[in-house]
């Protein structure tokens, strides 16, 4: 079970951090990232990581700009987000997908069984 919060309204150029909490031990086990979908699209990968955390995937929209990072402390992930523009507007998700023998992470959203219920952004000009 995974639990998102931290979705807020700001203007562009403001930041937020979206944190996911699991309900069991992801860390060595599970890849974990950050989705986000907006209407009529499918989701798109923003950040993940892999079950020993190493070197994160971002999307080119957000280098540069997000941090992804495991929360240890509470088995889950978050997102730091500055420099927020209008199009990163979208519903975040947060994602797990087991990895427990390793192997990389699924690039794309299908390939990721565990989803959180999302976390509304809205960024304005």
Do not use: I
Request: a neutral charge.
């Amino acid at each position: 079970h995974l639990s998102e919060s931290g979705g807020d309204s700001v203007q562009a150029g403001g930041s937020l951090t979206l944190s996911c909490v699991a309900s069991e031990n992801t860390y060595g086990r599970y890849c974990m990232g950050w989705f986000r979908q907006v209407p009529s699209k499918g989701r798109e990968a923003v950040a993940t990581v892999g079950r020993l955390a190493g070197s994160p995937y971002y999307a080119d929209s957000v280098k540069g700009r997000f941090t992804v990072s495991r929360d240890y402390a509470k088995d889950g992930l978050l997102l730091q987000m500055n420099d927020l523009q209008p199009n990163d507007t979208a519903m975040y998700y947060c994602a797990a997908e087991e990895r427990f023998y390793g192997g990389a992470c699924p690039s794309d959203a299908s390939g990721w069984r565990f989803w959180g219920q999302g976390t509304p952004v809205t960024v304005s000009s």
